[in-house]
Structures are given as structure tokens and as C-alpha cells.
């Protein structure tokens, strides 16, 4: 078993502040601002980046770990809540915020879903694994179509959050997971 080192103070400086120029960067330009600039942002070279994160998907992996945890964890505290359906709607819109952070951020956790390389794709199953025993809850409890899983759901998220982004003013991807649920509820 191989010990790990923690980082220098130089090393963590680093660390720190390419993750607080990835987040502008991302914000600013979306999934695919350059690497390059974020290094040069952090005033670091491209080197360094690259040993801290050896690919895009490493650097977003890192940037959004905490949120893909937190979607988890509101999944399990939301097993509790007296209306299934209600708990369920309410997980993926705040999924989806989570997912819109930037733009481009959308197609990048659909994909990931089905790739077992990318970085995310272990943060995106717990979500997804933490969401589906939403789905079972309020399947069970009648509030849901018996036919709906949750690999449909998220894609139907995935695009209510994508298309929401093309409608005027804020609300958009909430309102699209509105008329959705609508359908999916049992008559």
C-alpha cells in the first residue's frame, strides 16, 4: 500500500488557486475554457496544472465533487419526505441547478453516465444510485409511473436543464421539470 504524501505548502497553494481559476474560468467560458488560460489565471504553467490534473474531467472532477456528494446525500435525507413525488421533483431540480453550474457541464454528466474513464463517472453513479431509490419510493407509493427508471429521468433532466437555458429569464429548467412530472404522474 503506497502512503500518501501530503503536499507541500507550495504545492497546495497551487492546488488552491487553479481550482479558484478553474471555477471562474468554467463560470465565465463553460466546460471547455482552455487550460492554458486557467493555468496562466493561477499564474502557475501548464505543467503544474497538469501534474495536479492530468485531464479536463481530473479538474472538473475536483471542482464538483462536493456538490455530486451533497446531490447524494439530499437524495438520502429526502427518503423521509411525507410526499414521494414531491421529494423526487425537488432532487432533481436541485440536481439539476447542480448540473447547469456551466454551461456545457449537462452534456458532460449525461456522457459521463455511460463512460466508465471519465473522472466523473463515479460521482455521477452515487447521484444516480442515491436518486433511483426516489424513484422506487414513489413508484411504490403510486405517485409515479411503474414504467419511469431512473436512467430516463436524468436524461429528461439533462434535457429540461439544457433547454432551459434557451428560454428567456431565470426558471426555465424548473418550469420544463414541471410539465414533465405532469406526465410521469400515475392517473
Known amino acids: 500500500m503506497t502512503e500518501v504524501k501530503p503536499m507541500r505548502a ?3 497553494r497551487n492546488y488552491e488557486r487553479l481550482l479558484q481559476e478553474a471555477q471562474r474560468a468554467f463560470a465565465e467560458h463553460g466546460v471547455e475554457a482552455s487550460l492554458e488560460d486557467i493555468a496562466r489565471r493561477a499564474g502557475v504553467g501548464i505543467g503544474t496544472l497538469y501534474r495536479h490534473f492530468p485531464t479536463r474531467d481530473a479538474l472538473l472532477e ?26 423526487l421533483q425537488t432532487w432533481l431540480a436541485g440536481l439539476g441547478d447542480t448540473t447547469g453550474t456551466f454551461r456545457g457541464l449537462v452534456e458532460l454528466t449525461a ?21 433511483s431509490h426516489l424513484v422506487e419510493r414513489a413508484k411504490r407509493e403510486g405517485e409515479l409511473r411503474e414504467d419511469v427508471t431512473t436512467h430516463e429521468l436524468l436524461l429528461l433532466l439533462h434535457a429540461a436543464s439544457w433547454a432551459g437555458g434557451h428560454l428567456p429569464g431565470p426558471g426555465g429548467m424548473q418550469r420544463l421539470l414541471a410539465l414533465v412530472f405532469e406526465g410521469l404522474r400515475v392517473s
Open 10 to 12: 507550495d504545492a497546495r
Open 62 to 87: 475536483s471542482l464538483l465533487r462536493a456538490r455530486f456528494d451533497a446531490q447524494a446525500e439530499r437524495a438520502r435525507e429526502l427518503l423521509t419526505h411525507p410526499e414521494p413525488l414531491n421529494a
Open 111 to 131: 456522457g459521463a453516465l455511460s463512460d466508465e474513464s471519465s473522472r466523473l463517472y463515479a460521482s455521477c453513479h452515487a447521484m444516480r444510485d442515491a436518486g
